[in-house]
T-cell receptor, first 117, second 112 residues
Framework: GAVVSQHPSWVICKSGTSVKIECRSL??????MFWYRQFPKQSLMLMAT?????????EQGVEKDKFLINHASLTLSTLTVTSAHPEDSSFYIC?????????????FGPGTRLTVT | AQSVTQLDSQVPVFEEAPVELRCNYS??????LFWYVQYPNQGLQLLLK??????LVKGINGFEAEFNKSQTSFHLRKPSVHISDTAEYFC??????????FGQGTRLTINP
């Protein structure tokens, strides 16, 4: 089946630094990738939608200059948290939608836990 | 905008008992509905989906859900649960062509 990986699985960084998270579709090409944020014991909140080769579309309230998304190829999207602060600590999950898929299914990565100290 | 409400934040059941996790959606148009499971510190895994056709949808791990248009519901059921079913379950509706809107989640706890 379709597999999505994320790297790293967890990361600790100091306040003020930037962190990059990678999301890869391993065995399929993804036209669209999505980035979600999940706080403890809460649901997933969509942050942005990215299509290969074009600018990401951010959800209302998400700072696009803080959460930089790049979708350089059909198998890779990256999320960079710039100038991270403790309130950015969260579980970040990506998902990918297959290029030829018509089932509207998104395949989810295992998530990246970010802790900002 | 479409929305999803999961009526129970936590559901404790005993092993081998049946379970139903409730999900209601709001939409005035055709809906595509999904149930996902999330194990601790992991991403989401698709259990089942309703796009069209039969209103009774069977998924993985013995789960099934029934789409009820008149009640705008998509409840998830399993006739006999196992300890390994302990997880967080999310109901979701597709908004537009690609945006998933998730419910608040239901934590299913199986007690021996």
């Amino acid at each position: 089946g379709a597999v999505v990986s994320q790297h790293p699985s967890w990361v600790i960084c100091k306040s003020g630094t930037s962190v990059k998270i990678e999301c890869r579709s391993l065995d399929f090409q993804a036209t669209t990738m999505f980035w979600y944020r999940q706080f403890p014991k809460q649901s997933l909140m969509l942050m942005a939608t990215s299509n290969e080769g074009s600018k990401a579309t951010y959800e209302q309230g998400v700072e696009k200059d803080k959460f930089l998304i790049n979708h350089a190829s059909l198998t890779l999207s990256t999320l960079t948290v710039t100038s991270a602060h403790p309130e950015d600590s969260s579980f970040y999950i990506c998902s990918a939608r297959e290029l030829t898929g018509s089932s509207y299914e998104q395949y989810f990565g295992p998530g990246t836990r970010l802790t900002v100290t | 905008a479409q929305s999803v409400t999961q009526l129970d934040s936590q559901v404790p059941v005993f092993e081998e008992a049946p379970v139903e996790l409730r999900c209601n959606y709001s939409s005035s148009v055709s809906v595509y509905l999904f149930w996902y499971v999330q194990y601790p510190n992991q991403g989401l895994q698709l259990l089942l989906k309703y796009l069209s056709g039969s209103t009774l949808v069977k998924g993985i791990n013995g789960f099934e859900a029934e789409f009820n248009k008149s009640q705008t519901s998509f409840h998830l059921r399993k006739p006999s649960v196992h300890i390994s079913d302990t997880a967080e379950y999310f109901c979701a509706v597709l908004q537009g062509a690609q945006k998933l809107v998730f419910g608040q989640g239901t934590r299913l706890t199986i007690n021996p």
